[in-house]
């Protein structure tokens, strides 16, 4: 599976973003699709998370209410949108997925990272 994630930039605190993170290959293979962030010195964390099949979907406590994660089937694409952006929410994010439905926020658990894409939240 490969995976390719756009769509961070730079906003003010308060604004929005979409990323996209488009998947290839075997796809068929696909279980869970989740995005993660990594901020400067810390490790990497669970955002959002959505069923490739059944489309159930996942939240960080820390985003709930902010973020929506869907997916487009037709086009192996999936979205998170990033609305009420705060300063806190800077730092590389990531598209991953796996192939069993188990551990859905440990970053181990998954099987395949696309390249990682830069949001920035100014205050």
């Known amino acids: 599976v490969q995976l390719q994630a756009s769509g961070g930039g730079l906003v003010q605190a308060g604004g929005s973003l979409r990323l996209s993170c488009a998947a290839s290959g075997r796809t068929d293979s696909i279980s869970v699709l989740g995005w993660f962030r990594q901020a400067p010195g810390k490790e990497r964390e669970f955002v959002a998370a959505?069923?490739?099949?059944?489309?159930?979907?996942y939240y960080a406590d820390s985003v709930k209410g902010r973020f929506t994660i869907s997916r487009d089937s037709a086009k192996n694409t999936v979205y998170l949108q990033m609305n009420s952006l705060k300063p806190e929410d800077t730092a590389v994010y990531y598209c991953?997925?796996?192939?069993?439905?188990?551990?859905?926020?440990?970053?181990?658990?998954?099987?395949?990272w696309g390249q990682g894409t830069q949001v920035t939240v100014s205050s």
């Open positions: 959505v069923n490739w099949r059944g489309g159930a979907t």
């Open positions: 991953a997925t796996k192939r069993l439905g188990i551990g859905v926020q440990l970053p181990a658990k998954y099987d395949y």
